[in-house]
């Protein structure tokens, strides 16, 4: 026998509960949730191999192989002795930083996002990816040790948008001791100094943890579009730039991007770490797609 649709007044109660739990999240996380599905449909985990229940593979066995790990019954088929691999199912912790100096309030037109929005977009949405695949996450430099699940995106979800804690005049992480073999993202636009730079990364990779650099750059911060005489406004304390005719530093404005970003990238290398620049007018889609990636090649 069919049931009897639900009373008016019931469904209107529903739809509003609905209502009000979609708008105590904070949107950045509803954004962030949305940006990982996508980026979810294409990859696949972070697979390795260890102890786990989840067979993986079979190979032949190796002298110092235990001897539990002999498939049997697969060896009774063939001549070799073959062992079973299974994945690593040992979560382990990613701890995320994303750049909150003045210098990332920075945008070239309103219809962009800030570099903060977009650096804090990309952090929170790696944390989404990284707890659903078991991973545990944390932010560095908050005091908190890294959780799981559900449990984590929220808590960090909820700092990120706490506005005590919406700005730092640092912008560079303090190095502090942190599990060896954990893993470190740092978004930020990365102008500083390089020998700056080059100290943070020389301070967590010397613990040795693996780490990755996502360069947050607005457009006109590579392209340098202006015309004419224009007045640039620092952002933190610098000296306000009257530059006659911008048009005649183009080319030695970008000739020093471009060195800054080759000394990124050479810090990177050497640490063993991987650096990416992503621009706040493309996909954040894009820019999660490439640093996944580099996060499944350290787990191999």
Not at 170 to 185: K, S, T
Not at 191 to 207: E, F
């Amino acid at each position: 026998m069919p049931q009897s649709p639900a009373p008016r007044s019931t469904t209107l109660l529903a739809r509003h509960r609905a209502e009000e739990l979609a708008s105590a999240l904070p949107p950045l996380l509803v954004a962030a949730e949305r940006v990982a599905a996508t980026v979810a449909q294409g990859v696949h985990g972070r697979r390795r191999v260890g102890l786990g229940e989840t067979f993986w593979q079979f190979r032949r066995y190796q002298p110092g192989d235990a001897p539990s790990m002999i498939d049997w019954r697969q060896s009774a088929k063939t001549q070799p002795v073959y062992v079973r691999e299974n994945e690593w199912e040992a979560a382990q912790s990613v701890w995320l930083w994303r750049d909150r100096s003045a210098s990332m309030d920075f945008r070239s037109a309103p219809a962009l996002p800030t570099k903060r929005e977009r650096a804090d977009l990309l952090a929170l949405a790696t944390a989404v990816l990284l707890a659903r695949g078991g991973e545990r996450v944390a932010l560095l430099n908050s005091g908190l040790r890294p959780d799981h699940g559900k449990t984590a995106i929220d808590r960090i979800a909820r700092m990120m948008t706490d506005p005590r804690s919406a700005a730092a005049p640092d912008p560079l992480p303090r190095v502090e001791p942190l599990p060896r073999h954990a893993q470190v993202v740092l978004f930020g636009d990365l102008l500083s100094p390089l020998p700056d730079i080059h100290a943070a990364v020389a301070g967590l990779s010397g613990r040795g943890l693996r780490g990755h650099l996502v360069q947050v750059l607005d457009p006109a911060e590579e392209t340098l579009p202006y015309d004419g005489r224009v007045d640039f406004r620092g952002l933190e304390g610098e000296q306000n730039l009257l530059v006659p005719r911008v048009e005649a530093v183009r080319e030695a404005y970008r000739e020093r991007l471009k060195a800054q970003q080759d000394g990124l990238a050479a810090l990177a290398r050497t640490a063993g770490w991987s650096f990416a620049v992503h621009r706040t007018d493309r996909s954040p889609q894009s820019a999660l797609l490439t640093l996944w990636g580099a996060l499944a090649m350290e787990a191999v």
